[in-house]
C-alpha cells in the first residue's frame, strides 16, 4: 500500500482497499456493533465492543488479503432519512482506531476519514453564495480545512498512516463547480491540506464520485495529494484513460463498479476485475478496490469473485516492467 501511494510497483501484488467495507459479517459470521446500537451500550460495554470489533475487522482483512482498513466515521446521513452504516458516535471513531492499531501492530495500514476539503452541495443557499458572496464560501472553506487538519493530528498521533477526504466535487453530469470556483474553493485546500498531512507523515487520498474532465484530473495531479479514490464508472471514468493522463504523478483507487458488485454476476465481476489488472496494473501506482462503499446488500459470492481475479491476475511477477506510473 506503501509503494502504491509512492506511485510505485509494489514488490508482490497489487494492494486492496476498500473506501468502506461492510461485509464484516457475511465474511466472518460474527457482529461488528456500530451507530446506535454501539451509542446504547454502556462504557464498559463500548470498550469491550471496540475491541471485539477490531478483532473481527482484522481477522477479515487477514482472510481477504487487504492491505489497508478504512476505520468507521463520525455519523453522516447518507440520504435523507437513511443513516450510514460505519459510523460510530463522539469520540468512539478515535477509540476504535486506537482498538484497531493495537490489534494490527504493523500488520495492515490504517485509513481515517477527516474530510477537510468542500464538496458539491445544492443546498440553495451555497449555490447562491459560490456566486454573491464567494467570500462566505472562502471562510467555510477555511473552516473545513482547520477541522480536517486537527482531525488528521489526532488520527496520526493514534497510528493511522493516511488519511482520506470525502470531497465530492462532481455528479454523473459532471463537475458541480466551475473551473474558477475550483481554483479558488478547492484545489488551494486540497493542496494545503496534502501538504500540511504530509509533513505530519501521513499519506492523502481524495474521494470524489463523478464525472471529472481531463482538465480537472490534471489540476488534481498537480496538487500535493497523494491519490484519488473512486474513478467512477457510473459517471463513465475510464481507469485506462485516466492512469494514462496522470501517469505517475497520482496514486488511483478503486474502478469496479459498485453497481456491479451489486446487482452483477460472479463472472461479470471476475471478467471486470481481471481486465483492470491486466490492463493497470504495469508500473504500479493503483489500489484495487469497489468505486465506493462496499456496502451489505453485496453478494460475498460477487466479492469473492473480484477477490479470485485479483489472487489470479494481481501479483507482480519478476520479470515485470519495474518502472514507476504509466
Not at 96 to 122: D, F, P, W
Not at 148 to 177: C, H, K, Q
Request: aromatic content about 8%; overall charge negative; hydrophobic content about 45%.
Amino acid at each position: 500500500m506503501i509503494a502504491a501511494l509512492r506511485r510505485q510497483r509494489p514488490e508482490c501484488a497489487v494492494p486492496l482497499w476498500e473506501l468502506e467495507f461492510h461485509l464484516w459479517g457475511r465474511f466472518s459470521g460474527r457482529h461488528v456493533v456500530l451507530g446506535e446500537e454501539f451509542a446504547a451500550l454502556s462504557a464498559a460495554k463500548q470498550e469491550c465492543a471496540l475491541e471485539e470489533n477490531a478483532d473481527i475487522i482484522l481477522s477479515v482483512c487477514r482472510q481477504l488479503g487487504f492491505a489497508a482498513i478504512s476505520a468507521p466515521t463520525p455519523p453522516w446521513e447518507q440520504s435523507p432519512g437513511v443513516p450510514a452504516y460505519y459510523i460510530l458516535p463522539d469520540e468512539a471513531p478515535f477509540r476504535q482506531v486506537a482498538a484497531l492499531r493495537k490489534a494490527a501492530g504493523s500488520e495492515l495500514m490504517i485509513v481515517g476519514h477527516g474530510t477537510a476539503v468542500l464538496c458539491a452541495n445544492y443546498d440553495v443557499e451555497f449555490c447562491a453564495a459560490l456566486v454573491e458572496s464567494p467570500e462566505t464560501i472562502e471562510a467555510m472553506a477555511d473552516q473545513w480545512l482547520a477541522r480536517g487538519l486537527e482531525t488528521a493530528r489526532r488520527l496520526r498521533d493514534l497510528g493511522v498512516e493516511a488519511v482520506f477526504t470525502a470531497s465530492d466535487i462532481a455528479d454523473n453530469n459532471g463537475p458541480f463547480f466551475r473551473m474558477s470556483q475550483m481554483e479558488r474553493f478547492i484545489l488551494p485546500y486540497l493542496d494545503r491540506w496534502a501538504q500540511e498531512c504530509k509533513a505530519m507523515g501521513l499519506f492523502t487520498i481524495l474521494h470524489t464520485d463523478g464525472r471529472l474532465p481531463p482538465a480537472w484530473l490534471a489540476a488534481i495531479a498537480d496538487t500535493a495529494v497523494d491519490a484519488l479514490q473512486a474513478i467512477d464508472p457510473v459517471a463513465g471514468m475510464d481507469l485506462v484513460s485516466t492512469k494514462a493522463l496522470v501517469g505517475d504523478r497520482l496514486c488511483l483507487c478503486g474502478n469496479v463498479d459498485c453497481g456491479l458488485l451489486l446487482s452483477g454476476t460472479p463472472e461479470e465481476v471476475h471478467a471486470v476485475t481481471t481486465h483492470l489488472l491486466q490492463t493497470c496494473k504495469a508500473g504500479g501506482g493503483w489500489v484495487l478496490g469497489a468505486s465506493n462503499a462496499v456496502e451489505r446488500t453485496v453478494p460475498a459470492e460477487n466479492y469473492r469473485a473480484m477477490l479470485t481475479a485479483w489472487r489470479e491476475y494481481g501479483s507482480y511477477q519478476k520479470s515485470d516492467v519495474t518502472h514507476k506510473g504509466g
